[in-house]
């Protein structure tokens, strides 16, 4: 009967396990990756629309793999959420973010870095700490740090979350809601937590100059958001077009390629000639 059964399981396994053989072997190349930094971060700038200067810059991860090839973080970050390695990834990508942010503050670069969390991070009993170590290993003004969290956290609305997210805006760190218009989450949220900014999703950013409905959605964005107090910022603007209705609206911040891609830390110097302080 036993060897039945595995005749059973090796006439299905092929086909059913492609895509588990898949998550495993990315999973055992990423655990890899992240030992013999292979890992390393991009930073996209974010402008004040207004004065049409950089402000700071969003941290964004990249993988290059020892045979050169760039994997894409939209291809590792839910194989990463999946198995956990996250939780180690996204300390990486702190403390990097938290180290490149000093030096450009030695440099008297008074940029803000945003940094993408994900929610087992933030469950994590050792985020809070690492957080705290990193603003006081390299000597970081708290308000220079934003964390960005996407509306899917607030969908199991848990006490430890809120709680964890008021130790965090107690600090000083910023946190701002990503992606903001697709996690189909309720807005309660916005006024129980403390959060600061709202970043208006690049799909609303998309077909605001073409369809009028989502102009009205970006322009009530944007009035919600300042009614709450949030500042917001647009992501995904591509045209100088998408910039000048930003400005109209009164939307203080864009991020997009207009302004610029995300790039090493080094081809950032061209925006720091007329970088804005804030
Ligand atoms: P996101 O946080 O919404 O990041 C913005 C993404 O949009 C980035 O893609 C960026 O390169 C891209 N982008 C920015 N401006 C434009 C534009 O004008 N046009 C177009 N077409 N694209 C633009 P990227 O770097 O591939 O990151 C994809 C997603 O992966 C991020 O979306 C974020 O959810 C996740 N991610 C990236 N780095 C990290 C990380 O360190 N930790 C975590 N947890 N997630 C990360
Ligand atoms: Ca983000
Ligand atoms: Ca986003
Ligand atoms: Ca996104």
Redesign the pocket.
């Known amino acids: 009967a036993k060897r039945a059964g595995r005749n059973q399981l090796s006439y299905y396994a092929p086909v059913m396990n492609a895509k588990l053989k898949a998550t495993l072997q990315m999973e055992t190349d990423l655990r890899k990756a992240i030992n013999d930094h292979e890992l390393f971060l991009v930073y996209q700038p974010i402008f004040n629309v207004r004065h049409q200067a950089m402000v700071g810059v969003e941290a964004l991860v990249r993988w290059r793999k020892p045979d050169g090839s760039m994997v894409f973080p939209d291809e590792f970050i839910p194989v990463a959420e999946q198995t956990g390695l996250i939780v180690p990834l996204g300390d990486y990508v702190l403390e990097q973010a938290c180290k490149q942010l000093q030096q450009w503050h030695k440099k008297g670069l008074d940029l803000s870095m945003s940094v993408n969390v994900s929610p087992a991070q933030l469950r994590d009993s050792n985020f809070i700490s690492l957080l705290q170590n990193c603003l006081k290993h390299y000597s970081l003004n708290p308000l220079k740090i934003q964390l960005?969290l996407t509306e899917q956290i607030f969908i199991e609305n848990s006490e430890e979350l809120v709680s964890s997210l008021d130790t965090i805006a107690n600090m000083g760190v910023h946190l701002a809601i990503?992606?903001f218009g697709t996690g189909y989450s309720s807005l309660s949220y916005l006024q129980k937590l403390s959060v600061d900014v709202l970043?208006i999703?690049k799909s609303f950013m998309d077909a605001v100059l073409s369809d009028t409905e989502s102009a009205m959605l970006v322009k009530a964005m944007i009035a919600m958001a300042h009614s709450l107090n949030l500042a917001v910022v647009a992501?995904g603007v591509e045209s100088q077009e998408q910039q000048d209705f930003l400005a109209t609206e009164g939307c203080e911040r864009g991020q997009g390629y207009f302004y610029g891609r995300p790039v090493e830390p080094e081809q950032l110097a061209p925006y720091f000639s007329d970088y804005l302080a804030t």
């Open positions: 960005e990503d992606d970043k999703d992501e």
